[in-house]
């Protein structure tokens, strides 16, 4: 009798349990780095100065800026979630995910830096804005895709529907 049987998942362990752990940690850094941002956001006095039209260029960039790293960090920490119970199941679908999340957050940081610059050169005002969230993002994509993408190990553990 030939019966076609899947193959066991590997246990977690190496260098995939060092890289899932940096990725939680990115998360988590990201989460407690959120923390201001939304404080920002959320001052009442603020936004009420934000909404009168004699308001500043410099002031409405400032909150667009901010508003922009809000969301990414947030699609950051709710992407880690979502990755994270797919690493727990084992789920094949995680090395493609994980590959497309991190292209992801680069497409944001990149879109959100060049916003933030063009909106400085609209109204003329030299603000300096962060690099640091687009060379992170850089940095962990260039490592991670093409190890999720080539490991033998990610695609031995990663075998479970």
Known sequence: MNTTSKPEPRRISGC??????????WALST????????????EWELLAVFARPETHGWYRTVIAMVGCDVVIGAFIVAGAGWLALLVRRKSARFPVQVQAWLLAIVVM???????GDHMTHTIGI?????????????AAAALGIPYFRLSRRVQETFVAA
């Open 31 to 42: 989460a407690v780095a959120l923390r201001d941002p939304l404080k920002l956001m959320l």
């Open 109 to 115: 940081r990149t879109i959100a830096y060049l916003l």
């Open 16 to 25: 995939l349990l060092i890289i899932l752990i940096c990725l939680a940690a």
């Open 126 to 138: 030299a603000i300096a804005i962060p690099f640091d969230g687009f060379a992170q993002a850089v």
